[in-house]
């Protein structure tokens, strides 16, 4: 599998120009802070594990978004503590709302006004930052004048999009090992390491790739995590993986000072997913062929066929 990985990026990568070692830098960012218990931790442990993992790969600043509503939630009890102690860690909290709607499904003043909810909450708080990321990184779908009003009124707010660059579907392989724990399925821990791994190398490099097709160049990445088990388990390794590959991690801060990334308000018939998917639509640029394990299909077939140990009961 990880030969097979490595032609297929190498695949992907053919005919882009060499690239310059100040290109490939990226940060982690963590979305739907506090989030749900997962197969293997509560969610306390999750974050001190998390925390603990991020310290030891040397990653100094990640960013956790965080969705408000979440806090008044069973599995979000304790959850401003943890939200506190990434901060006291060194990372950095912005606005990921409160209730974690769909744009394209919510008026633009109801949506707005979720937004100053978690606003409220997150308002002087140490760490907070200048970021709004949309949920399900829904900007408004084909709704044109919803988007542009959400638009305004983060300027009007004084806040950025928070926008994402790179996406590996972490969230489908941790509701795979939810779904297997429940149902009493034996789980081959270093088979899961290595489709994690695999899933989230192969949605980097491809992210790459079309970022070099679109804009000339790879600007400052940002990788879109969730706070999941399986983040806890791998996330040094997968930044072992990461600065093999030739990526140096930075700070969400130094991502988003990207100006050209930071002013981009691409108009394109969908709004929905990465920034640099959709300033390529709108440039009409033909994207590169997708690694086959980007497809959640494809990864729920790979966690069947690799991770769980016995085949399912009948």
Request: net charge negative; proline share 5%; with cysteine.
């Amino acid at each position: 599998m990880r030969a097979f990985l490595m032609a297929l990026c190498a695949l992907i990568l053919a005919g882009a120009a060499p690239a310059a070692a100040q290109d490939k830098r990226i940060a982690l960012t963590f979305d739907d802070v506090p989030r749900q218990a997962g197969a293997f931790f509560t969610p306390d442990e999750r974050a001190q594990r998390l925390i603990a993992a991020l310290r030891e790969a040397d990653v100094t600043q990640a960013a956790f978004f965080v969705t408000t509503g979440r806090l008044d939630t069973p599995d979000g009890a304790g959850g401003e503590a943890r939200i506190s102690a990434y901060v006291a860690a060194g990372h950095v909290i912005a606005n990921h709302s409160h209730d974690h709607t769909r744009l394209s499904k919510t008026e633009a003043a109801d949506y707005l006004a979720d937004i100053d909810r978690a606003g409220a909450w997150l308002a002087g708080r140490p760490g907070v930052r200048p970021w709004f990321r949309f949920p399900y990184l829904d900007e408004g779908a084909r709704d044109k004048a919803r988007r542009d009003a959400v638009r305004a009124g983060l300027a009007a707010r004084g806040l950025r999009n928070g926008y994402v660059t790179a996406d590996g579907s972490d969230w489908h392989l941790e509701q795979l090992s939810i779904d297997a724990k429940r149902d009493g399925r034996a789980i081959d821990m270093a088979a899961l390491r290595q489709l994690y791994l695999q899933s989230q190398m192969s949605g980097i490099a491809y992210h790459e790739a079309l970022a070099r097709r679109t804009l000339g160049r790879v600007p400052p990445q940002v990788m879109l995590l969730h706070e999941t088990d399986l983040a806890a388990l791998f996330i040094a390794d997968l930044v072992a993986e990461l600065r093999r590959d030739g990526w140096t991690i930075i700070t969400a801060d130094e991502a988003y000072a990207d100006v050209e990334l930071a002013a981009a308000m691409p108009d394109v018939p969908y709004a929905y997913g990465t920034l640099t998917g959709a300033m390529a639509w709108e440039r009409d640029i033909k994207p590169p062929i997708a690694p086959l394990w980007m497809s959640t299909d494809m990864m729920s077939w790979l966690f069947e066929q690799k991770v769980l140990a016995e085949p399912q009961k009948k």
